[in-house]
């Protein structure tokens, strides 16, 4: 135990002393905790550039129109009663979408007709077409109905049934807290696997000898600040930016360490096939977005073709990224994700096995 304690120890000593360690392993999880969030903090589009075209010019036209101007999702850059006009705004880029209000909508309504308001959008931008059509649609529906309570008496006429849109696991539909809960366990991810490559590739340059107290010492001190990382990340970052979190804290805290046993197991393997600190990062630069993009977090895997799909579900990092969104923003119950675990479990001895194999049984030194 003491010969572990000492090597525990010396694992944070190398960490620290080495800058470039110290900063993937530390330093690069603190700046990407703010960086990530940062970038994506206003979360939405919003004042969006439109064109109104008022044909009527009526009083409902100029209560569309105030109600239209208190929207967040638009700013109305100009109001004209020239469709052609606005359309020339939109081809130049000046204006994303334009509103039509016909010159018969109040007659329309009030004979019980549901036709008559145009909504066109550019198309450059679905992001945008989204924030502005949901920008429009609500304000403009509000104002009708408004205003064909007046005529309830004398028309048939009653809005369309309202299609509320309630996100479960993202209240504010934002960029940020949806890509960000998925980056964060990558982060952790590539961090663990380029630091404790260039920690296991400094010593074979060093001709340092990494007996099995060594190799578990340094393992146990990276395990260490790849949990703080991951506490971190899902409690302090998550719970400053707002981002939801905290769904199921046990499972969290039961998932957590297992992640990290599974990534340290998978880069010592990893780092046994390397020749130079430098390699690692090599791999990380064209790994990372594929890594991403086949967790199933940015494109769905039913939309992937069929061994793409497979790939991506063998990938410890898809169970990793969907297991903490499943735990930390949907609250998922802990019995669901243990299978995931068993398997990252699983992975992760059966990497420490045959990293143990070729760094210290079969080499003593290396």
């Given at each position: 135990?003491?010969?572990?304690?000492?090597?525990?120890?010396?694992?944070?000593?190398?960490?620290?002393?080495?800058?470039?360690?110290?900063?993937?392993?530390?330093?690069?999880?603190?700046?990407?905790?703010?960086?990530?969030?940062?970038?994506?903090?206003?979360?939405?589009?919003?004042?969006?550039?439109?064109?109104?075209?008022?044909?009527?010019?009526?009083?409902?036209?100029?209560?569309?129109?105030?109600?239209?101007?208190?929207?967040?999702?638009?700013?109305?850059?100009?109001?004209?009663?020239?469709?052609?006009?606005?359309?020339?705004?939109?081809?130049?880029?000046?204006?994303?979408?334009?509103?039509?209000?016909?010159?018969?909508?109040?007659?329309?309504?009030?004979?019980?007709?549901?036709?008559?308001?145009?909504?066109?959008?550019?198309?450059?931008?679905?992001?945008?077409?989204?924030?502005?059509?949901?920008?429009?649609?609500?304000?403009?529906?509000?104002?009708?109905?408004?205003?064909?309570?007046?005529?309830?008496?004398?028309?048939?006429?009653?809005?369309?049934?309202?299609?509320?849109?309630?996100?479960?696991?993202?209240p504010l539909?934002?960029?940020?807290?949806?890509?960000?809960?998925?980056?964060?366990?990558?982060?952790?991810?590539?961090?663990?696997?380029?630091?404790?490559?260039?920690?296991?590739?400094?010593?074979?340059?060093?001709?340092i000898e990494?007996?099995?107290?060594?190799?578990?010492?340094?393992?146990?001190?990276?395990?260490?600040?790849?949990?703080?990382?991951?506490?971190?990340?899902?409690?302090?970052?998550?719970?400053?930016?707002?981002?939801?979190?905290?769904?199921?804290?046990?499972?969290?805290?039961?998932?957590?360490?297992?992640?990290?046993?599974?990534?340290?197991?998978?880069?010592?393997?990893?780092?046994?096939?390397?020749?130079?600190?430098?390699?690692?990062?090599?791999?990380?630069?064209?790994?990372?977005?594929?890594?991403?993009?086949?967790?199933?977090?940015?494109?769905?895997?039913?939309?992937?073709?069929?061994?793409?799909?497979?790939?991506?579900?063998?990938?410890?990092?898809?169970?990793?990224?969907?297991?903490?969104?499943?735990?930390?923003?949907?609250?998922?119950?802990?019995?669901?994700?243990?299978?995931?675990?068993?398997?990252?479990?699983?992975?992760?001895?059966?990497?420490?096995?045959?990293?143990?194999?070729?760094?210290i049984s079969?080499?003593?030194?290396?």
């Amino acid at each position: 135990m003491k010969s572990l304690w000492f090597y525990y120890l010396q694992g944070f000593k190398d960490i620290v002393s080495h800058g470039a360690i110290f900063t993937t392993l530390i330093l690069s999880v603190l700046f990407y905790s703010f960086f990530y969030p940062t970038a994506y903090q206003a979360q939405q589009a919003e004042a969006l550039p439109i064109i109104i075209v008022d044909e009527e010019q009526s009083n409902l036209s100029t209560r569309i129109i105030g109600q239209v101007a208190q929207s967040p999702n638009v700013e109305i850059e100009a109001i004209t009663g020239n469709f052609a006009e606005a359309k020339q705004w939109v081809e130049s880029q000046k204006a994303d979408g334009i509103l039509l209000l016909p010159d018969n909508l109040s007659q329309s309504l009030r004979h019980g007709e549901t036709g008559g308001i145009g909504l066109y959008l550019s198309t450059a931008n679905f992001l945008v077409t989204k924030q502005i059509g949901l920008g429009l649609a609500t304000s403009v529906e509000q104002t009708l109905a408004d205003y064909t309570e007046r005529f309830g008496e004398v028309s048939d006429f009653s809005p369309a049934l309202s299609v509320h849109q309630i996100p479960l696991f993202n209240p504010l539909s934002g960029y940020g807290s949806y890509v960000f809960p998925a980056v964060a366990p990558l982060i952790i991810h590539q961090t663990i696997l380029l630091g404790l490559s260039m920690l296991i590739l400094v010593y074979r340059e060093r001709k340092i000898e990494l007996n099995t107290n060594a190799l578990i010492g340094m393992c146990l001190a990276v395990f260490t600040i790849g949990c703080l990382g991951c506490f971190y990340l899902f409690g302090f970052s998550f719970w400053l930016f707002d981002y939801p979190h905290g769904g199921n804290l046990f499972g969290m805290l039961l998932a957590v360490p297992v992640f990290i046993y599974t990534i340290i197991g998978m880069t010592c393997l990893f780092a046994s096939f390397l020749d130079l600190p430098e390699r690692a990062g090599h791999v990380i630069v064209f790994t990372s977005i594929p890594l991403f993009f086949l967790s199933g977090a940015a494109w769905p895997h039913a939309a992937m073709p069929l061994w793409m799909q497979v790939v991506g579900e063998i990938l410890p990092s898809t169970q990793i990224v969907q297991m903490f969104i499943q735990l930390n923003q949907m609250g998922v119950p802990t019995t669901l994700i243990l299978p995931k675990l068993l398997y990252l479990g699983m992975i992760g001895s059966l990497c420490f096995f045959l990293a143990y194999r070729r760094l210290i049984s079969n080499c003593g030194t290396f």
